[in-house]
């Protein structure tokens, strides 16, 4: 199921949150790659997890995928 539609990923709001989370992985990338303890990592990595999860709510998904069987 495909959360966001062709108008929502049109939209001028959803460019404004893509390009924020962007720039946040971004930002969490550059910071993973310096020197931190493994419990910072894990939080980073966290966070980046979120980003990634957020920025594929506008992949399509194929119509064949987004058919269920009864």
Not at 37 to 61: F, P, Q, V
Request: hydrophobic share 30%; glycine share 4%.
């Amino acid at each position: 199921m495909n959360i966001l539609d062709t108008k929502d990923i049109e939209s001028g709001t959803w460019a404004k949150i893509k390009a924020h989370y962007v720039a946040k992985r971004q930002s969490l990338l550059e910071k993973l790659a310096g020197d931190m303890s493994n419990e910072e990592t894990i939080k980073l990595r966290g966070r980046l997890r979120e980003c990634n999860d957020l920025l594929k709510l506008e992949e399509r998904r194929p119509e064949e995928e987004q058919q269920t069987e009864f």
